[in-house]
């Protein structure tokens, strides 16, 4: 007994693409004519399949103006729905072709924390493209990697989590050391920021854990200061603002601009130190010796040569050593 599809109400409801296709182009040029001169069709078609689609929309999607069209307010919503799907459809048939079409340029894509690439992937790609001038980088930043965009498959992930998704093998990275960090033009303002309890009591940049519920563990303040046999909750009423953010990079750009002290995650922070730029104002630090960061690649692509090369530079670039998959 033969068993039959029911019919898709979406798919039978949605307008002719073709007549979409001409919508958009028409939108963009807001001529017909140009429009018909982008799709290589006639000026006709165009005009043609316009009508189709306010016939099957029963509203008008333009207004004449002389030479010139001007969309409608129904023209307006129906255009910004339909140039963004479209703009998807073309970013994932690229996505494709750049994955097993053939071309000069090899492309890798990497999805990395906005922190990692603002603060550790930024100071160090030129070194990468300098070494590896036939491959380009699709970089996709997240603070959630566990719910990305349908249709991101990247091919490298950098990330706290040792198991990222299925079909990924992992390489050990680094734990994280964590202290505090400022300019030296704050420092020399607050001197008081040279000891544990004078951090306590002065401006504190926090950096709250909202967006991060996959990770397991997350050091603010409060934490960082208890390890440290002090309470957060011992600071004064009086005293000064304590700033949550979720934002790294913002804290640290307050941190540079003299607004306070941050915790600084070392793998970020140290080009800043290196160049003078922050300090330590106290000794302590907290090592997370139970995690570490990891980086995760596309078990499919173990043996795929574009990815071991930049495989192997990461891994000598991030402290840990060079090993076979």
Known sequence: MTKHTDPDQTLIKMPSLRAVKSFVAAARYQNFTRA????????????????????????????????????TTAG?????AAQLSFINIAQAADRIRKDHGSS???????????????????HRLPDFFSANPDIDLNLVTTQNFLSMEPGVHPD????????????????????DVIYPVCTPRYLEAHPGARTLEGLRDGVLLN???????QVAEHVDWGVWLAIH??????????GPHFFNANDYNMLIQMVLNDQGVALGWDHLVRPLIEQGRLVRPVEQEV??????????????????????????WFLGHSGAPTQAP
């Open 36 to 71: 018909a001169e982008a799709l290589c069709v006639t000026q006709a078609a165009i005009s043609r399949q316009i009508r189709e689609l306010e016939s099957y929309l029963g509203t008008e999607l333009f207004r004449r103006a002389g030479r010139s069209v001007e969309l």
């Open 76 to 80: 307006s919503i129906f255009f910004d």
């Open 104 to 122: 000069a340029k090899r492309t890798l894509t990497l999805c990395c924390s906005p922190a990692f690439s603002a603060l550790w992937m930024s």
């Open 156 to 175: 490298i992930f950098i990330t706290k989590m040792s198991r990222v998704r299925e079909g990924y093998r992992s390489l050990p990275l680094f734990h």
């Open 207 to 213: 950096l709250s854990p909202y967006g991060r519920s």
């Open 229 to 238: 046999h002090l309470d957060i909750e011992d600071r004064s009423d009086q």
């Open 287 to 312: 090592v997370l010796e139970e995690t570490r960061h990891y980086l995760a690649y596309r078990d499919d692509k173990a043996d795929d040569e574009t990815l071991g090369r930049f495989r192997d």
